[in-house]
Structure formats: structure tokens, C-alpha cells
């Protein structure tokens, strides 16, 4: 296990995202040119493959919506970056689609091994369907990995971009379930005495434990 975690380099919540200078379809890129901006870090398995093109597709749907949030995309897989352009210009002609955003060409596999991108049960040589979403500080704030047969949900990647950014914010936690507009966890209090203030505070109690309150949307 050790010398798995060693080669693949798996990362962990909080830890700052390693940085990498990267070959692009928009040029060579470094982690460190997305400083001061949410950046979403996402990886697909193969270029001209079906469910990938449909990911993609879908991605750039939600594109002007991320911007709104300061935050980036950043595709990846260990294509070449002629592949790369090929199947952007494939998806432009043939499914009216024109990707914005740059995809990596990882020949060498070096940021897939940095993210933990290959997990050899799935395959040897492809990245599985990772997302790492990384704050302005380049500190990794959340992971998702998908299996090579499932594509990944756009409105749960926006909701994620959405209930971290208010947490944020407003210094509080998002419940099951949360989508802008509804009601935050007040953070739990640390003594009984602020336990027995916080029910005298106007949030919404269930238990002492269990507060929410509105915030507005938006974060």
C-alpha cells in the first residue's frame, strides 16, 4: 500500500494542490497561473470516446456558470495535445460544441501520478474520472472520482462549487441535500454556555447541537 501511495501520490483534504507546469491545448500551463482563482482540476480517460465527449460537452455548459464564481476549468488525460486538438475541433464540427477551456497533455503521466489520477483496478494506463476542485490558495477543498463507466454530474459539481464558496463565506457548514437558498449549520458551540445563549440567538433549533439560519445567495 505504502509503495502504491508513494507511486501515485494520492492527495489528501486541505493539503496545497502539488504545482506542475503542463503542456495545453492553450499553451504550457502551471498550477500556480490559477493563484487567486477556484480552479476545477478534472480528468477524463481517452479523447474520442463516447462518454468523455459527452462530459465535455457538458462541462462547457456549465462554463459561463463557473466563471461567475471565479472558478477555472483544467481537463486532463494522458493523450497528446494533437489528440487533443483533433477531438476539440471533432466536437466543435460535429456536435456544434466549442470547448473554452484548456485540457493537459500528460503524456508522461507526471500530474496524473501527482493527483493519484491512475487507479490500476480500473486501468493501467487511462485516468479514471477525477475532479479536485482547488481554492484561491491552492489548497485542494474536494475530490471526486468517478469509475470509467460513469459520467460525472454537472449540477452536484456546481452545487459543491456553491456550498464550499458559502462556507466560506459566512463561516458556516451546508446540510444534506443543500442548494443555494436554503438554510446553513450554524457551527455547533464549544461550552454549555454558549449552548444555552445560542437558543436565545433567533436561529432555527432542532436541538442545541442543530441550529440553521438563512444567508443570502450567492457567495
Known sequence: MEAQKEETGFPVLGQTAPDFEAVT???TLRLSDYKGTWLILFSHPADFTPVCTTEF??????YDELKKRNTELLGLSVDSVSSHIAWIRNCEEKMGVKI???IIADLNKEVAKKFGMIHPQQSKTETV????IIDPESKIRAMLYYPLTTGRNMAEILRLIDALQTSDKYKVATPANWKPGDPVVVP????AEQA???LKQGFECKDWYLCTKKVPEGA
Open 129 to 132: 474520472r477525477c475532479v479536485f
Open 100 to 102: 473554452p477551456f484548456p
Open 188 to 191: 455547533p458551540p464549544s461550552t
Open 57 to 62: 460537452m457538458a462541462f462547457t455548459e456549465i
Open 25 to 27: 491545448t492553450q499553451g
Open 196 to 198: 444555552e445563549e445560542r
